[in-house]
C-alpha cells in the first residue's frame, strides 16, 4: 500500500524544517541577523511607530539587493501567514501589515508558530483536498493551483530560504562577525 501523499508532504516539510531548525539553534541574534552583507542590502527596521518594516519593492530590483537574515525571516513569515490566511482561514494581511518581530526570540517563535499551524492543516487534508483549487482561489501567487501544488511550493519555498539563512550566517562568521 502506498502512503497518502499528505505523509509525502509532511515528510518533505519536516525535512525542510529540521535544515531551518539547525539555523535556528545556533548563534543567531539581532546583531548577526541584521547584519547587512553588501552595501545594497534589504534588511529589516523599525519605523517611527517601532513597527520592523521589511524593504520592499514591487518591481523587482536591477540588480538584486543582497538579504539580511532578519528580512529573509521576515518573508518567510510574510509568505507562510498569507498562504496560511487564504488557504485556511478568511484571507491575510496586507504585505505592509505583516511585521518582523524584532528580535531573533520572537521570529523564532513566530516562524515556528505558522510551521506548527501549516503542518496541522495539512496533516487533515484527504486527496480531494489535494485535488481542489478552492482553497488556492484568492492566494496571490497560487490562483488556479491545486492545494497540493501549493503546500509543495511552500516546502520548497522554505528550503530556499533555509540555504539564504544558512549563507548569510556562515558569510557573517567566515568574516569574523564583521559589521558593515
Known amino acids: 500500500m502506498t502512503a497518502p501523499r499528505v505523509d509525502l508532504l509532511a515528510r518533505q ?20 541577523c541584521l547584519w547587512e552583507p553588501a552595501p545594497h542590502c534589504w534588511t529589516v ?26 528580512w529573509v525571516t ?13 488557504c485556511f482561514g478568511s484571507g491575510a494581511p496586507a ?4 511585521t518582523w ?9 513566530w516562524l515556528r508558530g505558522l510551521h506548527d499551524d501549516w503542518r496541522a492543516h495539512v496533516a487533515d487534508l484527504t486527496d ?18 491545486r492545494l497540493a501544488d501549493v503546500a509543495g ?11 539564504e539563512v544558512g549563507l548569510i550566517r556562515n558569510l557573517y562568521f567566515a568574516r569574523g562577525g564583521e559589521d558593515r
Do not use: C
Open 153 to 163: 511550493w511552500v516546502t520548497v519555498e522554505l528550503t530556499k530560504n533555509v540555504s
Open 95 to 98: 504585505r505592509e501589515e505583516i
Open 45 to 70: 527596521r523599525p519605523d517611527a511607530q517601532g513597527r520592523w518594516i521589511a524593504d520592499w519593492n514591487d518591481q523587482e530590483p536591477d540588480p538584486v539587493p543582497a538579504l539580511t537574515i532578519g
Open 74 to 86: 521576515w518573508h518567510i513569515g510574510y509568505w507562510w501567514t498569507t498562504t496560511l490566511g487564504h
Open 128 to 145: 480531494a483536498d489535494l485535488d481542489s483549487t478552492d482553497r488556492t482561489a484568492t492566494l496571490p501567487w497560487g490562483q488556479g493551483m
Open 13 to 32: 516539510l519536516d525535512i525542510a524544517w529540521a535544515l531551518f531548525d539547525y539555523h535556528l539553534g545556533k548563534d543567531l541574534d539581532e546583531r548577526v
Open 101 to 109: 518581530p524584532g528580535s531573533m526570540p520572537a521570529t523564532v517563535d
